[in-house]
């Protein structure tokens, strides 16, 4: 089914997003590490818009965008549905698909690095942002339903990353009192054979946050 | 009686770009549709109830089913009703579709609108330097080969996100005396801009032009808080 490639930064959710999908689908591919922070030639031949990690080539022919590499690789190999079939289901994960990524995704990122006030608001709207995740996956294994999909992958920083640069910097936002239901579902996921084989090492990932701590930066 | 749930309602607002898309989305479609008016300064409960969410229009029930977010519902639609396509059926053209779509949201839409409702002076001026540069990766991707985004015959996705671009940013450029879409910088762009406004879908369906700068200006006073 042709030569997969991915393009990526080993610390980087997005780029996780696409490894597990591949995996997920049972699909073989060469992963390529790039430096993300001084561009590599390789980053800029293949998304020369964005200029960022992950990019996938597929026969050569480059797709970027983690949540458009998502439903690419959903249309093109067999295997496990990343998608629900359903158009009204397939509509509401994309709906919180874009939920996690427009709303959670940058309050979340505000909440750990900023100061002050920002700070302050940033925490308000992240909360708000994971009561209402929280409240979606109440009663149910993941947001997919019983088997991981799409919303799941999508939201997985939230699952694994999040936490932990939320001990580092001492934020303590992410906990089981306050959100059982994304706790119970986070370990679920992150249990999962496909998922785990792709979370970066957590020592790794907690002395690169350290090093930002000192410049912050997004994850 | 109990009134049926089944069918297609659109909630919307007479100017919203967002609204528009769906509303060219569903003509190109033969979709019928009831469509319900909402004035987004004083909601109603309506809106609330379908989307508690962002209280965002538009919203499209169907079948008693709702669903917000524009790009979000044109997939809908295309995946329900999917003769007239408006995305491309090759998966790679698909995903092209997609990422340019993204693009013209995050990048285009973003800088226009800041240019022309939300600054002045030198935020406006950057505002502006940026939109051109992200309009100049759309006069890149046309190339002055094909009439729209993705078929050379047919209006797709992306052209209808970019359709905002056709009929409301000339207002905001009025509004603002700021010129971003010349067409002398932008031929494949005016040329692009032509065929949509002539096409039989679009043409008869737009806002009045001067209910649009009326509404606009009245827009930036706002948020400039000259008023």
Redesign the interface.
């Known amino acids: 089914m042709g030569e997969v490639k991915v393009i990526g930064g080993w610390f980087s959710p997005f780029v996780k997003r696409v490894e597990m999908a591949l995996k997920m689908k049972g699909v073989e591919y060469e992963y390529i590490e790039v430096d993300v922070v001084n561009k590599s030639p390789l980053l800029l031949q293949h998304n020369p818009?964005h200029k960022k990690v992950p990019v996938l080539l597929?026969d050569g022919?480059s797709?970027?965008?983690s949540a458009?590499?998502l439903?690419?690789i959903d249309?093109?190999w067999e295997g496990p549905n990343i998608l629900p079939k359903d158009?009204?289901e397939?509509?509401?994960a994309?709906?919180w698909a874009?939920?996690i990524d427009e709303k959670c995704a940058p309050a979340t990122r505000k909440a750990l690095w900023s100061r002050g006030e920002e700070r302050e608001k940033a925490v308000e709207e992240a909360t708000q942002g994971l009561k209402?995740l929280e409240s979606e996956v109440k009663g149910k294994k993941f947001f997919g339903g019983d088997q991981i999909g799409y919303v799941d992958i999508i939201g997985c920083f939230l699952a694994y990353w999040f936490p932990i640069v939320d001990q580092v910097v001492g934020l303590h936002l992410f906990t089981q009192d306050k959100f059982p239901s994304l706790c119970k579902w986070a370990d679920e996921l992150c249990d999962n054979e496909f998922i785990k084989e792709c979370l970066p090492d957590k020592e790794r990932l907690v002395d690169r946050v350290r090093g930002h701590s000192q410049a912050p930066r997004s994850l | 009686m109990e009134k049926s749930n089944k069918g297609v309602k659109l909630v919307g607002f007479w100017v919203s770009p967002f609204v528009q898309r769906v509303k060219w989305g569903m003509k190109l479609k033969g979709i019928e549709y009831d469509y319900i008016e909402e004035d987004i300064f004083n909601k109603s409960p309506l809106l609330s109830q379908l989307n508690p969410l962002t209280g965002k229009v538009p919203v499209l029930v169907h079948d008693g089913n709702p669903l917000p977010e524009s790009a979000i519902i044109l997939e809908y639609l295309d995946e329900r009703w999917p003769h007239a396509p408006l995305l491309p059926l090759d998966p790679y053209e698909r995903a092209q579709a997609r990422f340019w779509a993204r693009f013209v949201e995050e990048k285009i839409l973003e800088s226009t609108r800041l240019a022309a409702l939300r600054s002045e002076g030198e935020i406006q001026e950057r505002e502006v330097k940026l939109a051109i540069e992200h309009l100049e990766k759309m006069e890149e991707k046309l190339g002055g080969k094909s009439r729209f985004f993705f078929g050379d015959d047919t209006i797709g996705y992306v052209d209808l996100m970019m359709g905002f671009v056709a009929y409301i940013l000339p207002v905001w450029e009025e509004i603002t005396a700021v010129r971003i879409l010349d067409a002398a910088r932008f031929p494949n762009l005016a040329a692009w801009k032509n065929n949509f406004l002539n096409h039989p879908v679009i043409k008869d369906d737009l806002p009045s032009k001067d209910e649009m700068l009326t509404y606009f200006q009245w827009r930036r006073k706002v948020n400039l808080k000259k008023i």
């Open positions: 818009i597929h022919k797709i970027v965008e458009v590499i439903e690419y249309e093109v158009p009204y397939r509509a509401m994309r709906f874009n939920f209402i």
